[in-house]
């Protein structure tokens, strides 16, 4: 809609707030294209376009820079996710993750991808897309000690086991007073539980954190896997549930039986089955760790955008936690 023409520029200021993101304070946005612009220039890039805004809300920051031949991503997020540049430059030699063409600090420039974002994947795109995962993780499963390093969060057993106690002492009485009757097991029982997934013999290893295939973009099956702000180092299959939720249900049982299959020729011996079967409330309780931590990190004035996930995930505990029992 065109502008009214009685509007005048505010002269005012917001409230100040420490949580407050650099890209959302003024001049901040301008001061991580010059950023951008600065670092294409010593690559003897000239520009074409104006850079375009693509999103930014709490968790990111997001312009398509158009340059001559070509055009490159700029992606900013919180200093709680400034690991996910390192990460990328970690995993270059893999050829599976984005390009990276620069970074600093929590700022990184990335080589724009060919092909189109797959929410829509065909069945051979996401055994493709699975068994991209699982070799990847197979890769990193030796090198846990240098993710770490890099800053990933920890989700093996005992740092798990805490978070999630932490966040459900915290959104319990949010709960109904059924689902608080159905968590209060499983959180008492978490230790044995995961002591039971470790004996499956899957290794700890990377997990990507947001493994759906609309976080792939590529041709065919030349895939690249996006988004990495929410990985971390923990069993492998916490990524399988989300996977498997935003599949076509017809899909899923052969996505299910090929993910086993692929771990048993990684890991031979393990049994990816049950480990998958016990690992579903612990993988959508970690999500309520996850946005939980979103909250505890953000402005206040963002928290409307999170605030019923940290209780929407726990609901979602009780329910899978409901299904195990009647499948017993």
Same mark, same amino acid.
């Given at each position: 809609?065109?502008?009214? #023409?009685?509007?005048? !520029? ?7 707030? /420490? ?38 809300? #709490?968790?990111?920051?997001? &312009?398509?820079? /158009? ?7 700029? +992606? ?29 600090? @929590? ?45 990933? !969060?920890? &989700? ?11 966040? =459900?002492?915290?959104?319990? !009485?949010?709960?109904?007073? @059924? ?23 899957? /290794? ?10 609309? #976080? ?18 923990? #069993? !492998?299959?916490?990524?399988?549930? *989300? ?13 299910? +039986?090929?993910?086993?299959?692929? &771990? ?8 990816? *089955?049950? @480990?998958?079967?016990?690992?579903? /409330? ?18 206040? =004035? ?27």
């Amino acid at each position: 809609h065109p502008a009214p #023409n009685d509007i005048a !520029p505010w002269a005012g200021r917001p409230p100040e707030d /420490p949580l407050r993101l650099p890209y959302a304070r003024p001049g901040g946005p301008a001061a991580d294209i010059a950023w951008a612009r600065a670092r294409l220039a010593e690559r003897g890039v000239t520009l074409a376009d104006r850079p375009e805004q693509i999103r930014t809300w #709490n968790l990111s920051s997001l &312009w398509r820079i /158009p340059y001559e031949g070509g055009a490159a991503w700029l +992606k900013v997020v919180p200093a709680f996710f400034a690991y996910q540049a390192a990460l990328l430059a970690h995993l270059a030699d893999s050829q599976r993750v984005p390009r990276l063409m620069a970074r600093d600090g @929590a700022r990184c420039l990335l080589a724009e991808l060919q092909g189109d974002d797959l929410y829509e994947a065909t069945l051979a795109q996401r055994i493709a897309m699975v068994d991209l995962l699982v070799a990847l993780q197979a890769e990193q499963a030796a090198r846990v000690d240098d993710l770490r390093v890099l800053g990933l !969060p920890d &989700w093996r057993a005992d740092r798990l086991i805490e978070a999630i106690r932490s966040v =459900s002492d915290r959104t319990t !009485p949010d709960l109904s007073a @059924a689902d608080r009757a159905t968590v209060a097991p499983f959180l008492g029982g978490l230790p044995d539980r995961l002591a039971r997934i470790a004996d499956c013999g899957l /290794p700890d290893t990377l997990v990507h954190g947001d493994f759906h295939s609309g #976080n792939f973009r590529g041709e065919g099956d030349e895939l690249v896997l996006l988004d990495w702000g929410d990985s971390g180092v923990g #069993n !492998p299959l916490l990524d399988q549930p *989300a996977f498997l939720d935003r599949a076509p249900a017809a899909q899923v049982p052969a996505l299910r +039986k090929h993910w086993r299959d692929r &771990w048993r020729a990684f890991a031979p011996g393990s049994d990816p *089955a049950s @480990a998958a079967q016990l690992i579903a /409330p612990i993988a959508a309780a970690r999500q309520a760790v996850i946005y939980q931590s979103f909250l505890d990190r953000i402005e206040p =004035s963002e928290h409307p955008y999170h605030r019923a996930d940290p209780v929407d995930w726990l609901r979602r505990v009780a329910a899978i936690l409901r299904r195990e029992d009647r499948s017993r």
